[in-house]
C-alpha cells in the first residue's frame, strides 16, 4: 500500500522560508505524479505544486510561482517543495499526493489516490 509521509511545517513570520518534505513509500511505479495540494479555513483544496516521475517536468499554480520549487530527490523516494517569499495566505494544511500513469491535468484532483496526512503550514508576524 502506497504511504506518504509530509513533514516540515510550522510557524514562519511573512517573507520566511520553510521546506516541506513527502516521503513515500510501498509503491512500484516509474510512472507518476506527485502533486502538493493545501486547504485553508474557509476555502476549498487547491493545487500548488506537482512534478512527474517520467521526465522531471514541474507545474506550479499562479499563486506560487516565483516563490515555491518542487524537487525529487529519487534515491530518497522524497519530493520537497522549498516555499520562499511566504506570505499570509500561504496558511493552510498542505498534502502530498500521488497518482499513477498520468502527468497531464496536473492538479485534477480526482485522479489522486494516495493522500497524505497533511502538514501544517501558519505564515503570521
Known amino acids: 500500500q502506497v504511504q506518504l509521509v509530509e513533514s516540515g511545517g510550522g510557524l514562519v513570520q511573512p517573507g520566511g522560508s520553510l521546506r516541506l518534505s513527502c516521503a513515500a513509500s510501498?509503491?512500484?511505479?516509474?510512472?507518476?505524479?506527485i502533486g502538493w495540494f493545501r486547504q485553508a479555513p474557509g476555502k476549498e483544496r487547491e493545487g500548488v505544486s506537482c512534478?512527474?516521475?517520467?521526465?522531471?517536468?514541474?507545474y506550479y499554480a499562479d499563486s506560487v510561482k516565483g516563490r515555491f520549487t518542487v524537487s525529487r530527490d529519487n534515491a530518497k523516494n522524497t519530493v520537497y517543495l522549498q516555499m520562499t517569499s511566504l506570505k499570509p495566505e500561504d496558511t493552510a494544511i498542505y498534502y502530498c499526493?500521488?497518482?499513477?500513469?498520468?502527468?497531464?491535468?496536473?492538479?485534477?484532483?480526482?485522479?489522486?489516490?494516495?493522500w497524505g496526512q497533511g502538514t501544517q503550514v501558519t505564515v503570521s508576524s
Open positions: 499526493a500521488m497518482r499513477p500513469r498520468h502527468c497531464s491535468m496536473p492538479f485534477y484532483t480526482p485522479t489522486y489516490n494516495a
Open positions: 512534478i512527474c516521475s517520467s521526465d522531471g517536468s514541474t
Open positions: 510501498g509503491f512500484t511505479l516509474d510512472y507518476y505524479m
